[in-house]
């Protein structure tokens, strides 16, 4: 699992049929104390996220299984809208 920030919506009408009925997102993976994650990624959207929400997002078969769908053209689903993110500087640096 990691966080991100949703940063747009991806519109594909013809696609995958595992992809049929789920909207699309852009997820830009959270920068925590100047260490950049990766670039953004397209993932499925369980929860009703938009833009501007900080996500936690699930990769591989974790997120086919939760579509429903194990031989899905997936490898990335939003699964929580995040509230509050504390972290502890120094721990981090350790």
């Known amino acids: 699992m990691w ?4 940063i747009g919506t991806l519109v594909a009408t013809p696609k995958d049929e595992s992809l049929i009925g789920f ?3 852009f997820v830009q993976p959270k920068k925590f104390y100047q ?5 953004p990624v397209v993932a499925v959207d369980t929860i009703g ?4 929400e900080t996500v936690l997002v699930v990769e591989g078969s974790s997120a086919r299984h939760l579509i429903g769908k ?3 053209a997936v490898d990335a689903a ?15 640096e350790e």
């Open 78 to 92: 939003i699964i929580g809208i995040i509230n509050n993110i504390e972290l502890n500087k120094y721990l981090l």
């Open 23 to 25: 909207k699309l997102l």
């Open 3 to 6: 966080v991100g920030m949703v």
């Open 70 to 72: 194990p031989q899905g």
């Open 49 to 52: 996220a938009g833009t501007g």
């Open 35 to 39: 260490k950049q994650i990766r670039t």
